[in-house]
Structures are given as C-alpha cells and as structure tokens.
C-alpha cells in the first residue's frame, strides 16, 4: 500500500490570505470568554477577571516595524514560503496590526489567566489584587489557531501590548530578550527538545521603552542602570499554551466555589488541554475521569522526559513555576533561561531562582509543579474513588519515573547500555572539581578519545583542579579507562556516530547571544542570522571557521558579568 499522504506536496502558504483560508479559531469559539470582556477587544487596563477562559484583546501593534528574523524551519515544516515574513501584511499582522487581516481572521486576539504556584505552593501576592484574579498573559496575546496539515496551531504574540493582566506594566518586551526567546526556541527545536516554536520577530524602528539593566562589563548582581531599548514582537507557536498555573487557576476557583460554572469551566480547560496536546493518545470516547487518570500519566511521562532532555543538552530554566511550566510537556517561557558553559549541578542563572531552579535541581522543581497539576485536577475526579487514587498513585511515581529518565539519559549520554553509578559519580565530581565544559566535554567523550588529551580541552582548571592536577588528571584517566570496558560491545565509529546524536557540539551560550543582541539594536542582525543558523544544526561537525568561532571554552573575561552569566530579571 503506497503512502499516499507523505507522497503527495505540500501545500504552500505563499500570502496571508493562504494562511486565512486555515484560520480555525476553535479555543474562542469552544471555551468560555469572560462575560465581563469587551467584545471589540478594547480591554487593556489591568482589572480583575473573575470567570471565563479568556479575555478578548485587540493587540497593540508595534512603531514602524522591521523584519528581523523569522523560525526557516517551522516555515519549511509548515509548508510557509520564506517571502511571506517579509511580505506587508504578515508583518503587519505579526507585529501586532490585527485591522487588515483578511475578512476569515479575526481582529481581535485573545489573553488568558493563570494562576502561580512557586516550587509547590500556592500564590497570589503577585496579583496585584491579591486575588489571583487579575494573573495572567500580560503580554502575551493569541491572535490565530489554524489547522495545518492537519495539525493545530496556536500562534501567540509576545510583546503585544497590555492586557487586562498586565499588572501596570507595559506589556511591550524588548528586542534583546525576543532575540533570546527566537534563537532558543528554534535551537531547543534542533536539539530534539519539545518546545513552543519560533515563528517570527518584529523590531519597531522607533517605540523604546526602559527596563532596569546591567552597564557594560558590569559584576553587579542586580541591574545598575536603566536604558532604553527597542520593542519587539515575536510570534512563537504551540498546539496550545496552557500552562499548569492555568489548571490551577480554574481549579483554585472551583474549590473555593467562587461562582456557579467553576467546576465546569475547569473540567473545560482539562478538556480542551487533552484535545489539543494528547489527542492522539487519549481516547475522546472515554468519561472525564478516566481521561484525567490518562493525562495525568502521559503528563508524568512527558514531563520527566522533558526535564531529563533539559539536562542532557545543558539547559536550566531558570524560574520553572507552575505558570511557566506547559501542560502539554513542551518548554515554555524562556526568560532568565541559560545553557551552562562550566558545570556546576547548582548553575542558575537568575539571580532571583536560588538553588530550587538550578540546574540538577529541576527534576525536583517538575515535581512540583507536578504535584501542582495534580492538586489542579484532583476536583474532578471527587466522584470516582478509583480514579482518585489511581491519580495518586500517579503521583507518588514520580520520583522513580524521573530517576529512570535521568538514569536513561546519563546512559545515552555516555553511550552504555545500563546506567552505572559508580562510572556516573565519579564522573560527577570530576566534572565539578576540574570543571570541564559540559557541551565540550560530552562532545569529546563523543569522539571515544583513546586518552585524556582531547578530553583536557574542555577543562576550565578551577581552584582544585589547581592545587592538584597531575592527582586529578590520573583520576580523569581511570575514569576513562572504566568507561571505555563499559563500551567495548561497540566499535569505536558506531559508539562515536550514537553519542554525537544525544551530544550537541553547539549551544546557545548566553556570550555568544549577547553581542547578536547588541548588533541587532544598532540594526545589524547579521550576528543573530548567523547564530540562528548554527544553533538550528547544533550535532552537525559544521565548518571550521564555526568550529572556532562557537565550539571554545568560554574566555575568562565572561565570567561573573552582569547580564551575560547572570540576571536578576529578563523581560
Ligand atoms: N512588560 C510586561 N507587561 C505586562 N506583563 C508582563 C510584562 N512582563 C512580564 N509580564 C507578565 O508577568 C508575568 C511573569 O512574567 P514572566 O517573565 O514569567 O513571563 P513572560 O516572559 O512575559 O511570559 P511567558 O510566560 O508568557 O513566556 C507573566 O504573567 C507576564 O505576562
Ligand atoms: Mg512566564
């Protein structure tokens, strides 16, 4: 039987108006609007939003827009012609201007509230209402779900202008943390990690706004100085984005019965998530029950999967609360994110993140905000015994599943078939005492070094690699030694070719981000388009000239450098 369906072409979408004619806007039109909304969309002072699943906002575009760079692999793999992102009315439109869209869009896109969770527990000083009622998309609008090739989009503005969520603020984002979330997200995509995607990114030639920042070559902890930086918008795509906070939110009203469809509208929101993350692997014939039992293990599954993905490609989150965290198990909200250079279990970037959201801490952290989804789904299941404790014990498998995924990881990282914790905690504490670069590290264990030569360019000598190195370079050669008898089933090519698929030769370092940001305010985005171009082929040996430029230890003049090894915010 010949498959027909990858054999036939895919459809172009060369103009907006293409892409109207897939415009299926089935969130507004299934879930609840707040009955309070204006229909026109006109809502954009911070109020409190008591019922519904979204308000109704009409974006507020964005000065004298510019291209400055759009996701090449999500066009392709969407069937988008590259032109379309430099064409006007798709600019305009994704850089916030809904008034023109063609007649089957509409001009009003929608915003969404959350609730907020911090490692586990519950808040609302946040809110500036202390409510949680007016928590939410602050600058985040949605303005189109379209059905392509048969898979739903949601495609959602950051830096659209203020919402009723806003909590006062501008509801802009700047052009530096844009570029950070547009070149992250299409490298998380590279790097094989689920993640919302990159469809496009707007500066406006004129509209800045001020955000508190570091001075140039700054080791302050916290920003020194205000400056004034472009606005940009840059759309990013995910089947849906409904974060844990939002469950949580619906869930929080139920159990306080703060209005009589509450309970209602959380069985809605856990619907609607299934349908749009777990479709394929949840049955739509089964009770409301027996599908939350089902999500709540496939959400386990993919969550321990995801955070185990994080660590394998160097990747800390950075402030993973529960309004951070997507239901459907991607990467959401790249913010005071990082990929670390030297490793250090405790690697955090934000200032404000502490030891909860450090790097090896975030299995720890998933399992709260695990714990804060299940909490969030528990009220429907109040009728069903069974299910309730099924959930539980889902629950309570947390801690072995994501030890599994973490032992599967190290094993594929190394390249062994069962994980061995006396290889890994060795390793481990080499890898901290010498530091090594993780990135480079893994990389050149990849190559199956027949000693620790090619191993030594990834060391940073620290402080104790300094007091002893011959001590620490013979423990380094035992090590190798070990791990080499753990590989032997494998020739040398087969083991080298399986490694350098789990470890990348290219991350997004927070170093080589900066200057691309920097050049693009000035109006030169050649920097950004040439990252953008590496960090999408991130296991690819590539050229020489890469190899020298992004495949190097970090230069010690890096280090401790206020908004580039550290930031106390990131908006
Ligand atoms: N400039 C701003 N104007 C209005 N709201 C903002 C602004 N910056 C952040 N927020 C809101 O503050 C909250 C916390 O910010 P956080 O940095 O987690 O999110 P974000 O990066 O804006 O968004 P997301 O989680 O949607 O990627 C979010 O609800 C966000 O919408
Ligand atoms: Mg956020």
């Given at each position: 039987m010949p498959k027909r369906l990858s054999q036939e072409p895919q459809p172009i979408?060369?103009?907006?108006?293409?892409?109207?004619?897939?415009?299926?806007?089935?969130?507004?039109?299934?879930?609840?609007?707040?009955?309070?909304?204006?229909?026109?969309?006109a809502d954009h002072a911070p109020r409190q939003v008591?019922?519904?699943?979204?308000?109704?906002?009409?974006?507020?575009?964005?000065?004298?827009?510019?291209?400055?760079?759009?996701?090449?692999?999500?066009?392709r793999e969407l069937g988008f012609a590259d032109s379309m992102a430099q064409s006007g009315d798709f600019v305009s439109m994704f850089s916030g201007d809904l008034a023109h869209v063609p007649d089957s869009m509409r001009k009003v896109g929608w915003a969404c509230g959350y609730a907020l969770s911090i490692y586990g527990t519950e808040f609302y000083q946040q809110c500036p209402f202390q409510t949680g009622n007016g928590y939410g998309d602050g600058r985040a609008i949605s303005?189109?779900?379209?059905?392509?090739?048969?898979?739903?989009?949601?495609?959602?503005?950051?830096?659209?202008?203020?919402?009723?969520?806003c909590r006062g603020a501008d509801g802009r984002a700047v052009l530096?943390?844009?570029?950070?979330?547009?070149?992250?997200?299409?490298?998380?995509?590279?790097?094989?990690?689920?993640?919302?995607?990159?469809?496009?990114?707007?500066?406006?030639?004129?509209?800045?706004?001020?955000?508190?920042w570091y001075s140039e070559g700054s080791h302050s902890m916290n920003p020194d100085v205000l400056i004034s930086e472009p606005v940009a918008i840059s759309t990013r795509v995910a089947p849906s984005f409904i974060r844990v906070g939002q469950l949580e939110l619906f869930s929080r009203r139920a159990?306080?019965?703060?209005?009589?469809?509450?309970?209602?509208?959380?069985?809605?929101?856990?619907?609607?998530?299934?349908?749009?993350?777990?479709?394929?692997?949840?049955?739509?014939?089964?009770?409301?029950?027996?599908?939350?039992?089902?999500?709540?293990?496939?959400?386990?599954?993919?969550?321990t999967s995801l955070v185990a993905n994080w660590i394998r490609v160097g990747y800390c989150q950075g402030n993973f609360n529960s309004d951070n965290c997507a239901a459907g198990g991607f990467t959401l909200d790249y913010g005071p994110f990082g990929f670390c250079d030297a490793f250090d279990p405790q690697y955090q970037p934000w200032t404000g993140g502490g030891r909860h959201f450090s790097f090896l801490n975030q299995p720890m952290a998933a399992e709260r905000n695990f714990h804060s989804f299940c909490s969030a789904v528990r009220p429907l299941l109040a009728a069903h015994p069974y299910c309730l404790r099924q959930l539980d014990e889902i629950e309570g498998e947390f801690p072995k599943v994501m030890q599994q995924q973490m032992e599967k990881m190290w094993s594929a990282?190394?390249?062994?078939?069962?994980?061995d914790a006396g290889l890994f905690s060795e390793l481990a504490k080499l890898m901290m005492q010498t530091p090594v670069d993780y990135t480079l590290f893994f990389r050149e264990l990849s190559l199956v070094p027949d000693d620790i030569e090619p191993l030594k360019t990834s060391f940073y000598r620290g402080r104790t690699y300094a007091l002893d190195p011959e001590g620490i370079d013979e423990r380094w050669s035992a090590w190798l030694t070990e791990w080499k008898s753990l590989t032997?089933?494998?020739?040398?090519?087969?083991?080298?070719?399986?490694?350098?698929?789990?470890?990348?030769?290219?991350?997004?370092?927070?170093?080589?981000?900066?200057?691309?940001?920097?050049?693009?305010?000035?109006?030169?985005?050649?920097?950004?388009?040439?990252?953008?171009?590496?960090m999408t082929q991130p296991y690819a040996e590539q050229s020489k000239d890469v190899e020298k430029k992004y495949y190097r230890l970090k230069p010690p003049e890096f280090f401790d450098v206020g908004g580039s090894s550290h930031y106390s915010c990131s908006s």
């Open positions: 979408v060369a103009t907006l108006d293409d892409l109207a004619t897939l415009a299926d806007y089935s969130l507004m039109d299934t879930l609840n609007c707040d009955p309070e909304g204006k229909a026109n969309g008591f019922s519904g699943h979204y308000v109704p906002v009409i974006p507020t575009p964005i000065e004298n827009p510019e291209y400055v760079a759009h996701g090449k692999d999500l066009f303005v189109l779900e379209a059905v392509i090739n048969g898979q739903r989009w949601e495609m959602q503005l950051k830096g659209g202008g203020r919402t009723p969520y530096r943390s844009s570029v950070r979330e547009f070149l992250a997200q299409e490298h998380m995509h590279a790097l094989g990690v689920p993640t919302s995607r990159s469809l496009s990114l707007y500066v406006s030639k004129t509209e800045k706004v001020r955000r508190p159990r306080k019965k703060e209005h009589p469809k509450a309970m209602e509208e959380l069985e809605k929101i856990v619907l609607h998530l299934i349908d749009r993350e777990y479709g394929d692997v949840i049955d739509q014939t089964l009770t409301t029950a027996e599908k939350v039992v089902l999500l709540a293990r496939e959400f386990l599954n993919r969550l990282k190394l390249g062994i078939d069962a994980f032997q089933s494998r020739s040398c090519d087969e083991l080298s070719s399986q490694m350098k698929l789990v470890n990348p030769k290219y991350s997004l370092r927070e170093w080589f981000v900066v200057p691309a940001y920097q050049q693009a305010a000035a109006g030169n985005y050649a920097l950004l388009r040439e990252l953008q171009e590496v």
